[in-house]
Protein backbone atom coordinates (compact mmCIF):
# COMPACT_ATOMS: atom_id res chain seq x y z
CA UNK A 1 0.00 0.00 0.00
CA UNK A 2 1.10 3.43 -0.84
CA UNK A 3 0.79 6.19 2.45
CA UNK A 4 0.85 9.97 2.48
CA UNK A 5 1.12 10.49 6.17
CA UNK A 6 1.13 14.34 7.10
CA UNK A 7 2.95 15.97 9.88
CA UNK A 8 6.44 17.01 11.24
CA UNK A 9 7.06 15.95 14.70
CA UNK A 10 7.80 13.25 16.86
CA UNK A 11 4.20 11.50 16.81
CA UNK A 12 4.79 11.27 12.80
CA UNK A 13 8.42 9.61 13.44
CA UNK A 14 6.95 7.52 15.29
CA UNK A 15 4.12 6.44 13.31
CA UNK A 16 5.95 6.15 10.11
CA UNK A 17 8.80 4.13 11.97
CA UNK A 18 5.70 1.62 13.34
CA UNK A 19 4.20 1.66 9.73
CA UNK A 20 7.38 0.82 8.44
CA UNK A 21 7.37 -2.59 10.42
CA UNK A 22 4.30 -3.86 8.37
CA UNK A 23 4.31 -6.42 5.43
CA UNK A 24 1.51 -4.35 3.96
CA UNK A 25 3.16 -0.88 3.19
CA UNK A 26 4.65 -0.45 -0.14
CA UNK A 27 5.78 3.76 -0.43
CA UNK A 28 5.31 6.27 2.31
CA UNK A 29 5.75 9.76 2.07
CA UNK A 30 5.53 11.87 4.77
CA UNK A 31 4.92 15.79 4.18
CA UNK A 32 6.94 17.61 5.33
CA UNK A 33 8.31 15.48 7.90
CA UNK A 34 11.89 15.71 9.22
CA UNK A 35 15.44 14.15 9.17
CA UNK A 36 13.63 10.94 10.96
CA UNK A 37 11.22 10.48 8.81
CA UNK A 38 13.33 10.91 5.92
CA UNK A 39 15.46 7.39 6.81
CA UNK A 40 12.33 5.91 6.78
CA UNK A 41 10.15 7.14 3.76
CA UNK A 42 9.98 9.86 1.46
CA UNK A 43 10.10 13.40 2.22
CA UNK A 44 8.06 15.69 -0.06
CA UNK A 45 7.33 19.69 0.17
CA UNK A 46 3.63 20.16 0.53
CA UNK A 47 1.15 22.35 2.93
CA UNK A 48 -0.57 20.09 5.21
CA UNK A 49 -3.54 22.08 4.90
CA UNK A 50 -3.66 22.94 1.38
CA UNK A 51 -5.64 20.04 0.29
CA UNK A 52 -5.83 20.50 -3.49
CA UNK A 53 -2.35 20.16 -3.44
CA UNK A 54 -2.96 17.14 -1.34
CA UNK A 55 -5.18 15.82 -3.99
CA UNK A 56 -3.01 16.04 -6.87
CA UNK A 57 -0.21 14.41 -5.00
CA UNK A 58 -2.27 11.64 -3.80
CA UNK A 59 -3.49 10.65 -8.08
CA UNK A 60 0.01 11.47 -8.86
CA UNK A 61 1.54 9.06 -6.42
CA UNK A 62 -1.15 6.34 -6.62
CA UNK A 63 -1.86 6.43 -2.57
CA UNK A 64 -4.14 4.58 -1.11
CA UNK A 65 -4.36 5.91 2.06
CA UNK A 66 -3.83 8.94 4.30
CA UNK A 67 -3.27 9.56 7.74
CA UNK A 68 -3.12 12.71 9.49
CA UNK A 69 -0.83 13.37 12.53
CA UNK A 70 -1.99 17.09 13.66
CA UNK A 71 -5.41 18.31 14.51
CA UNK A 72 -5.12 21.18 11.67
CA UNK A 73 -6.00 19.70 8.63
CA UNK A 74 -8.79 17.39 10.50
CA UNK A 75 -10.13 20.25 12.07
CA UNK A 76 -9.87 22.56 8.65
CA UNK A 77 -12.19 19.02 6.93
CA UNK A 78 -9.60 17.52 5.37
CA UNK A 79 -11.53 14.25 5.89
CA UNK A 80 -14.15 15.64 4.37
CA UNK A 81 -12.69 17.11 1.73
CA UNK A 82 -11.83 13.72 0.07
CA UNK A 83 -15.21 12.48 0.66
CA UNK A 84 -16.52 15.19 -1.55
CA UNK A 85 -14.32 15.02 -4.30
CA UNK A 86 -15.51 11.56 -6.76
CA UNK A 87 -11.82 10.79 -7.56
CA UNK A 88 -10.55 10.40 -4.04
CA UNK A 89 -13.71 9.82 -2.09
CA UNK A 90 -12.30 6.04 -2.15
CA UNK A 91 -9.13 7.04 -0.16
CA UNK A 92 -9.75 5.78 3.21
CA UNK A 93 -8.39 9.21 5.60
CA UNK A 94 -7.11 7.97 9.34
CA UNK A 95 -8.23 11.24 11.18
CA UNK A 96 -12.21 12.50 11.90
CA UNK A 97 -14.64 14.61 9.46
CA UNK A 98 -14.79 18.21 10.84
CA UNK A 99 -18.05 17.48 12.79
CA UNK A 100 -15.71 15.05 14.85
CA UNK A 101 -12.78 17.10 15.04
CA UNK A 102 -14.75 19.62 16.60
CA UNK A 103 -14.36 17.66 19.47
CA UNK A 104 -10.55 19.38 19.62
CA UNK A 105 -11.11 21.99 17.34
CA UNK A 106 -14.22 23.80 20.09
CA UNK A 107 -14.03 23.21 23.43
CA UNK A 108 -17.62 24.64 23.47
CA UNK A 109 -18.92 22.01 21.17
CA UNK A 110 -16.88 19.73 23.42
CA UNK A 111 -18.53 20.59 26.28
CA UNK A 112 -21.99 20.73 25.10
CA UNK A 113 -21.40 17.30 23.60
CA UNK A 114 -20.19 16.17 26.96
CA UNK A 115 -23.16 17.39 29.16
CA UNK A 116 -25.53 16.03 26.82
CA UNK A 117 -23.97 12.60 27.31
CA UNK A 118 -23.67 13.05 30.39
CA UNK A 119 -20.11 12.74 30.59
CA UNK A 120 -18.20 13.69 33.47
CA UNK A 121 -16.47 16.86 33.04
CA UNK A 122 -15.55 20.36 35.03
CA UNK A 123 -19.06 22.42 35.51
CA UNK A 124 -18.62 25.73 33.22
CA UNK A 125 -20.04 28.43 30.83
CA UNK A 126 -19.71 30.00 27.72
CA UNK A 127 -18.91 33.71 26.73
CA UNK A 128 -18.68 35.78 24.04
CA UNK A 129 -18.06 39.13 24.03
CA UNK A 130 -22.04 40.49 24.05
CA UNK A 131 -21.99 37.83 27.33
CA UNK A 132 -18.30 40.00 28.93
CA UNK A 133 -20.17 41.26 31.92
CA UNK A 134 -22.09 38.18 32.66
CA UNK A 135 -18.61 36.40 32.55
CA UNK A 136 -16.93 38.77 34.77
CA UNK A 137 -19.87 38.26 37.63
CA UNK A 138 -19.74 34.37 37.31
CA UNK A 139 -16.11 34.68 37.79
CA UNK A 140 -16.91 36.77 40.88
CA UNK A 141 -19.07 34.48 42.13
CA UNK A 142 -16.95 31.43 41.77
CA UNK A 143 -14.12 30.23 43.71
CA UNK A 144 -10.55 30.47 42.80
CA UNK A 145 -8.55 29.19 41.19
CA UNK A 146 -10.16 30.09 37.60
CA UNK A 147 -9.59 27.79 34.48
CA UNK A 148 -10.45 30.18 31.12
CA UNK A 149 -9.90 28.42 27.62
CA UNK A 150 -10.01 29.59 24.30
CA UNK A 151 -12.82 28.23 21.91
CA UNK A 152 -10.91 27.55 19.22
CA UNK A 153 -7.41 25.53 18.19
CA UNK A 154 -4.66 28.21 20.31
CA UNK A 155 -1.34 26.03 19.36
CA UNK A 156 -1.64 24.52 23.14
CA UNK A 157 -1.68 27.64 24.42
CA UNK A 158 -5.72 28.86 25.12
CA UNK A 159 -6.11 27.47 28.75
CA UNK A 160 -5.28 30.11 31.75
CA UNK A 161 -5.29 29.46 35.29
CA UNK A 162 -5.69 32.29 36.82
CA UNK A 163 -4.96 32.21 40.84
CA UNK A 164 -7.29 35.54 41.30
CA UNK A 165 -10.50 37.19 40.27
CA UNK A 166 -9.25 40.14 39.48
CA UNK A 167 -6.48 38.17 37.14
CA UNK A 168 -9.36 36.30 35.50
CA UNK A 169 -11.05 39.14 34.63
CA UNK A 170 -8.63 40.87 33.22
CA UNK A 171 -7.75 37.39 30.93
CA UNK A 172 -11.33 37.21 29.93
CA UNK A 173 -11.08 40.64 28.60
CA UNK A 174 -8.18 40.11 26.88
CA UNK A 175 -9.03 37.06 25.13
CA UNK A 176 -12.96 38.32 24.25
CA UNK A 177 -12.07 42.04 23.95
CA UNK A 178 -8.22 41.89 22.36
CA UNK A 179 -8.63 38.94 20.74
CA UNK A 180 -5.44 37.50 22.25
CA UNK A 181 -6.17 34.23 20.58
CA UNK A 182 -7.08 35.37 17.15
CA UNK A 183 -10.46 34.02 16.47
CA UNK A 184 -10.21 30.70 18.78
CA UNK A 185 -11.21 33.18 21.65
CA UNK A 186 -14.03 34.79 20.10
CA UNK A 187 -15.90 32.48 22.83
CA UNK A 188 -14.19 31.59 26.06
CA UNK A 189 -15.05 28.84 28.45
CA UNK A 190 -14.92 29.15 31.90
CA UNK A 191 -14.66 26.26 34.07
CA UNK A 192 -14.15 24.72 37.74
CA UNK A 193 -10.62 24.01 38.52
CA UNK A 194 -10.74 20.17 39.04
CA UNK A 195 -7.52 18.66 41.48
CA UNK A 196 -5.92 15.58 40.58
CA UNK A 197 -3.41 13.44 38.23
CA UNK A 198 -4.06 13.67 34.60
CA UNK A 199 -3.09 10.61 32.37
CA UNK A 200 -4.26 10.29 28.40
CA UNK A 201 -6.46 7.85 26.93
CA UNK A 202 -6.39 6.91 23.68
CA UNK A 203 -8.75 4.86 21.43
CA UNK A 204 -8.66 3.78 17.91
CA UNK A 205 -12.39 3.87 16.11
CA UNK A 206 -14.08 2.97 13.06
CA UNK A 207 -16.78 5.28 14.34
CA UNK A 208 -18.74 1.51 15.22
CA UNK A 209 -16.62 0.04 16.93
CA UNK A 210 -13.29 1.01 18.98
CA UNK A 211 -9.94 -0.11 20.33
CA UNK A 212 -8.15 1.13 24.06
CA UNK A 213 -4.60 1.66 23.39
CA UNK A 214 -1.81 1.80 26.09
CA UNK A 215 -2.48 4.93 28.71
CA UNK A 216 -0.03 7.52 28.78
CA UNK A 217 0.87 10.60 31.35
CA UNK A 218 2.48 13.69 29.69
CA UNK A 219 4.96 15.73 31.43
CA UNK A 220 3.96 19.50 30.06
CA UNK A 221 5.63 22.09 32.08
CA UNK A 222 8.76 23.03 31.48
CA UNK A 223 10.21 22.56 34.64
CA UNK A 224 11.33 19.88 37.16
CA UNK A 225 8.60 19.21 39.46
CA UNK A 226 5.92 20.57 37.10
CA UNK A 227 6.86 23.79 37.08
CA UNK A 228 6.82 27.16 34.97
CA UNK A 229 5.19 27.34 31.58
CA UNK A 230 3.20 24.93 29.44
CA UNK A 231 4.87 23.34 26.64
CA UNK A 232 3.87 20.83 24.00
CA UNK A 233 4.56 18.27 26.21
CA UNK A 234 8.38 17.58 27.63
CA UNK A 235 7.98 13.68 28.09
CA UNK A 236 6.09 10.52 28.04
CA UNK A 237 5.52 7.37 30.66
CA UNK A 238 3.07 4.38 29.69
CA UNK A 239 1.80 2.45 31.17
CA UNK A 240 -0.03 4.98 34.09
CA UNK A 241 0.79 2.83 37.41
CA UNK A 242 -3.02 4.53 38.85
CA UNK A 243 -4.94 3.48 35.37
CA UNK A 244 -5.67 -0.06 36.75
CA UNK A 245 -8.21 -2.11 36.16
CA UNK A 246 -10.75 -0.54 38.31
CA UNK A 247 -9.68 3.06 36.98
CA UNK A 248 -9.62 1.97 33.28
CA UNK A 249 -13.17 -0.23 33.84
CA UNK A 250 -14.86 3.34 34.54
CA UNK A 251 -13.16 5.55 31.98
CA UNK A 252 -14.44 3.04 29.34
CA UNK A 253 -18.35 3.04 31.01
CA UNK A 254 -18.54 6.70 32.36
CA UNK A 255 -16.47 7.92 29.27
CA UNK A 256 -15.16 6.53 25.93
CA UNK A 257 -18.69 4.28 25.81
CA UNK A 258 -20.55 7.17 26.19
CA UNK A 259 -18.48 9.32 23.84
CA UNK A 260 -18.63 6.85 21.10
CA UNK A 261 -22.64 6.72 21.35
CA UNK A 262 -22.35 10.13 21.52
CA UNK A 263 -20.63 10.16 17.84
CA UNK A 264 -22.81 7.95 16.71
CA UNK A 265 -26.02 8.73 17.58
CA UNK A 266 -25.03 12.60 16.22
CA UNK A 267 -24.02 11.21 12.76
CA UNK A 268 -20.49 11.79 13.00
CA UNK A 269 -18.68 8.69 11.39
CA UNK A 270 -15.16 9.28 13.38
CA UNK A 271 -12.51 7.16 12.02
CA UNK A 272 -9.28 7.89 13.95
CA UNK A 273 -7.85 8.11 17.73
CA UNK A 274 -9.72 9.52 19.80
CA UNK A 275 -7.64 11.41 22.66
CA UNK A 276 -9.37 11.74 26.11
CA UNK A 277 -7.42 14.36 28.50
CA UNK A 278 -8.43 12.97 31.41
CA UNK A 279 -7.99 13.51 35.63
CA UNK A 280 -8.44 11.49 38.22
CA UNK A 281 -10.33 13.26 40.40
CA UNK A 282 -10.46 11.30 44.03
CA UNK A 283 -11.53 7.73 42.70
CA UNK A 284 -13.34 8.99 39.38
CA UNK A 285 -12.10 10.04 35.91
CA UNK A 286 -13.30 13.58 34.31
CA UNK A 287 -12.67 14.97 31.27
CA UNK A 288 -10.58 17.91 30.59
CA UNK A 289 -10.29 17.87 26.66
CA UNK A 290 -10.56 15.84 23.96
CA UNK A 291 -8.55 15.74 21.22
CA UNK A 292 -8.60 14.37 17.54
CA UNK A 293 -5.37 12.55 17.31
CA UNK A 294 -2.83 11.20 18.76
CA UNK A 295 -0.83 12.85 21.90
CA UNK A 296 3.00 13.98 21.08
CA UNK A 297 5.02 12.55 23.41
CA UNK A 298 2.60 10.19 24.13
CA UNK A 299 2.48 8.41 20.99
CA UNK A 300 6.22 7.70 21.13
CA UNK A 301 5.94 5.86 24.69
CA UNK A 302 2.44 4.38 23.41
CA UNK A 303 3.32 2.99 19.72
CA UNK A 304 6.33 1.33 20.74
CA UNK A 305 4.37 -0.46 23.07
CA UNK A 306 1.34 -2.13 20.39
CA UNK A 307 2.31 -5.41 18.97
CA UNK A 308 -0.25 -5.32 16.26
CA UNK A 309 0.42 -4.38 12.49
CA UNK A 310 -0.68 -0.54 12.71
CA UNK A 311 -1.51 -0.32 9.01
CA UNK A 312 -3.74 -3.22 9.43
CA UNK A 313 -5.38 -1.34 12.04
CA UNK A 314 -5.51 1.23 10.01
CA UNK A 315 -7.20 -1.05 7.17
CA UNK A 316 -9.52 -2.26 9.23
CA UNK A 317 -10.98 1.31 10.11
CA UNK A 318 -11.45 2.12 6.46
CA UNK A 319 -13.41 -0.44 5.90
CA UNK A 320 -15.13 -0.08 9.72
CA UNK A 321 -14.21 -3.90 10.48
CA UNK A 322 -11.97 -2.64 13.33
CA UNK A 323 -14.29 -5.40 15.27
CA UNK A 324 -12.01 -7.78 13.65
CA UNK A 325 -8.98 -6.55 15.17
CA UNK A 326 -7.26 -6.59 18.95
CA UNK A 327 -5.39 -4.49 20.65
CA UNK A 328 -1.88 -6.64 21.37
CA UNK A 329 0.47 -4.53 24.27
CA UNK A 330 3.70 -5.09 25.10
CA UNK A 331 3.42 -5.71 28.95
CA UNK A 332 6.97 -3.89 29.18
CA UNK A 333 6.91 -0.11 30.22
CA UNK A 334 7.95 2.74 27.70
CA UNK A 335 9.32 5.95 28.79
CA UNK A 336 10.06 9.26 26.53
CA UNK A 337 12.37 11.91 27.18
CA UNK A 338 12.32 14.92 24.83
CA UNK A 339 15.03 16.95 24.17
CA UNK A 340 14.25 20.58 23.76
CA UNK A 341 15.90 23.91 22.32
CA UNK A 342 17.43 26.35 24.79
CA UNK A 343 14.70 29.35 25.20
CA UNK A 344 11.39 26.93 24.49
CA UNK A 345 8.26 27.38 24.94
CA UNK A 346 9.07 31.15 24.68
CA UNK A 347 10.93 31.94 21.57
CA UNK A 348 14.55 29.30 20.88
CA UNK A 349 17.21 29.27 19.05
CA UNK A 350 17.18 26.51 15.42
CA UNK A 351 19.83 25.39 13.19
CA UNK A 352 22.05 23.61 15.97
CA UNK A 353 23.85 20.93 14.61
CA UNK A 354 22.82 17.65 16.30
CA UNK A 355 25.58 14.88 16.82
CA UNK A 356 25.46 11.86 18.80
CA UNK A 357 22.75 9.95 16.95
CA UNK A 358 24.45 7.20 15.57
CA UNK A 359 25.97 6.87 19.46
CA UNK A 360 22.88 6.05 20.74
CA UNK A 361 21.89 2.36 22.41
CA UNK A 362 18.70 0.44 23.23
CA UNK A 363 16.52 3.46 22.49
CA UNK A 364 14.36 4.40 20.05
CA UNK A 365 15.32 8.16 18.64
CA UNK A 366 11.85 9.95 16.87
CA UNK A 367 12.92 13.17 15.24
CA UNK A 368 10.38 16.13 16.06
CA UNK A 369 12.16 19.22 15.04
CA UNK A 370 15.10 18.56 12.68
CA UNK A 371 16.19 18.87 9.33
CA UNK A 372 19.07 17.22 7.26
CA UNK A 373 20.88 20.31 5.56
CA UNK A 374 21.41 19.22 2.18
CA UNK A 375 24.90 20.36 0.88
CA UNK A 376 26.61 19.61 4.97
CA UNK A 377 24.63 16.39 4.63
CA UNK A 378 24.30 17.66 9.05
CA UNK A 379 21.20 17.33 11.22
CA UNK A 380 19.71 20.42 12.54
CA UNK A 381 17.47 21.52 14.66
CA UNK A 382 14.22 23.35 13.60
CA UNK A 383 11.74 23.24 16.10
CA UNK A 384 11.40 23.84 20.36
CA UNK A 385 11.02 20.12 20.52
CA UNK A 386 13.88 18.26 18.74
CA UNK A 387 14.58 14.50 19.84
CA UNK A 388 12.35 12.26 21.61
CA UNK A 389 14.49 9.25 23.29
CA UNK A 390 11.95 6.53 24.02
CA UNK A 391 13.15 3.25 26.32
CA UNK A 392 10.88 0.49 26.26
CA UNK A 393 12.09 -2.31 29.36
CA UNK A 394 10.57 -4.45 32.51
CA UNK A 395 10.31 -1.49 34.42
CA UNK A 396 9.68 2.35 34.32
CA UNK A 397 13.38 3.02 35.88
CA UNK A 398 15.18 0.65 33.38
CA UNK A 399 13.73 2.43 30.93
CA UNK A 400 14.18 6.31 32.30
CA UNK A 401 18.08 5.08 33.05
CA UNK A 402 18.21 4.28 29.23
CA UNK A 403 16.48 7.24 28.08
CA UNK A 404 18.44 9.59 30.09
CA UNK A 405 21.92 7.45 28.79
CA UNK A 406 21.10 8.20 25.49
CA UNK A 407 19.72 11.55 26.39
CA UNK A 408 22.99 12.31 27.03
CA UNK A 409 24.87 11.19 24.70
CA UNK A 410 22.78 13.20 21.64
CA UNK A 411 24.16 16.89 22.08
CA UNK A 412 23.28 20.30 20.34
CA UNK A 413 23.83 23.82 21.69
CA UNK A 414 21.68 24.66 24.35
CA UNK A 415 19.80 20.80 24.71
CA UNK A 416 17.69 20.96 27.73
CA UNK A 417 15.42 18.05 28.80
CA UNK A 418 13.74 17.56 32.17
CA UNK A 419 15.26 14.78 34.45
CA UNK A 420 12.49 13.82 36.34
CA UNK A 421 10.02 12.26 33.93
CA UNK A 422 8.07 10.37 35.70
CA UNK A 423 9.19 11.37 39.49
CA UNK A 424 5.53 11.24 40.43
CA UNK A 425 4.97 7.88 39.25
CA UNK A 426 8.11 5.90 40.40
P1 LIG B 1 -5.88 21.57 27.67
O1 LIG B 1 -5.23 22.45 26.62
O2 LIG B 1 -7.36 21.58 27.66
O3 LIG B 1 -5.23 20.24 27.76
O4 LIG B 1 -5.46 22.20 29.07
C1 LIG B 1 -4.10 22.36 29.39
C2 LIG B 1 -3.89 22.00 30.82
O5 LIG B 1 -4.63 22.87 31.66
C3 LIG B 1 -4.38 20.61 31.17
O6 LIG B 1 -3.47 19.62 30.84
C4 LIG B 1 -4.55 20.75 32.66
O7 LIG B 1 -3.32 20.61 33.32
C5 LIG B 1 -5.02 22.17 32.82
N1 LIG B 1 -6.48 22.20 32.94
C6 LIG B 1 -7.37 22.32 31.95
N2 LIG B 1 -8.63 22.32 32.42
C7 LIG B 1 -8.53 22.17 33.77
C8 LIG B 1 -9.47 22.10 34.83
N3 LIG B 1 -10.79 22.19 34.62
N4 LIG B 1 -9.01 21.94 36.07
C9 LIG B 1 -7.68 21.87 36.30
N5 LIG B 1 -6.75 21.94 35.37
C10 LIG B 1 -7.16 22.10 34.09
N1 LIG C 1 0.86 15.88 24.69
C1 LIG C 1 -0.38 16.52 24.57
C2 LIG C 1 -0.87 16.69 23.20
O1 LIG C 1 -0.41 16.07 22.26
O2 LIG C 1 -1.79 17.48 23.04
New binding site residues.
Given amino acids: MNILLLGSGG?EHAIAWKLAQSNLLNRLFIAPGNAGTAEIGTNIILSITDFPAIKTFVLKHQIEMVIVGPEDPLVKGIHDFFLSDIEISGIPVIGPVQKGAMLEGSKDFAKKFMNRYKIPTAAYQTFTMSSLDEGISFIRNSQAPYVLKADGLAA?KGVIICQTAGEATEELQSMLLDAKFGEASEKVVVEKFLKGIEL?VFVLTDGKTYLILPEAK?Y?KIGEGDTGPNT??MG?VSPVPFADKDFMEKVETTIIRPTMNGLINEGIDYRGFI?F?LIKVGIDPYVIEY?C??????AESVLPRIRNDLLELFIAVGKQKLEDESILVDPRHAVTVMLVSKGYPDSYEKGKEIVGLDRTKESFVFHAGTTRDPSSGKILSTGGRVIAVSSVCNNTKQALSKSYANAETIDFEGKYYRKDIGFDLV
Avoid: A, I, T, W
Fill in positions: RGSDKGGSFGNRLGDPE
